[in-house]
């Protein structure tokens, strides 16, 4: 016969196991560039006309009777949802965000908005521009600070090697070239 004290840790493991709870994400590096800044901003303005017309159409989409059927009802309150997730977000995080305009004093090494070229092992080279972590972009290789690739960047200088972890494996890396583009706003 199984034991109450066996039966009471196996609803625990299991409880563990199920829960809903997951621990916070850690917090994002409050840095972003002047010209992410204003970006964000705009966004920011934006999604508020964006919101003054689909809360428009909304009421239109109410008015024409039954909700639960209404597709057009339904497709507006979940696209005000999703602005307003939006904008409750750009709210909460643009007063935390820190400006970084000028350039760092020593510009042979990497440091943040900086253009890095890579040469990997078999010769193909890269560059990436480490930015703030609400504006990275693959498509223009800017890469978040927060990465793993700009985390191993970061005070490393022209010739140094760079060792960064990637889900294929370990990758290395030689820093071919350190340049800075001025940041500030014209």
């Known amino acids: 016969m ?3 004290r066996l039966i009471a840790i196996r609803r625990l493991r299991y409880a563990l196991r199920m829960s809903r709870y997951r621990p916070p994400q850690t917090p ?4 972003i560039t002047p010209a992410g800044m204003t970006g964000l901003q705009d966004e920011l303005a934006a999604l508020w006309k964006r919101r003054a017309l ?3 159409a909304l009421s239109a989409a109410a008015a024409e009777g039954d909700r639960s059927e209404n597709a057009e009802y339904i497709y507006r309150k979940k696209e ?3 602005i307003d997730r939006r904008i409750r977000y750009l709210q909460k995080r643009l007063p935390d965000l820190k400006i970084v305009a000028q350039l760092p004093a020593d510009q042979s090494r990497v ?3 900086a253009w890095v070229t890579l040469e990997d092992d078999d010769g193909r080279q890269a ?3 480490i930015v703030g972590s609400d504006e990275f972009d693959p498509a223009k290789h800017w890469i978040s600070l927060d990465s793993p690739l700009a985390k191993a960047l970061l005070k490393k200088a022209i010739d140094d090697e760079v060792t960064v972890e990637t889900p294929s494996g370990t990758r290395k890396f030689i820093i071919v070239s350190v340049r800075y583009v001025d940041i500030r706003l014209p």
């Open 80 to 82: 005000l949802r999703e």
């Open 111 to 113: 440091y943040f908005s």
């Open 54 to 56: 689909v809360t428009a």
């Open 2 to 4: 199984i034991s109450l």
């Open 127 to 129: 560059t990436y521009r």
């Open 28 to 31: 994002a590096s409050p840095y």
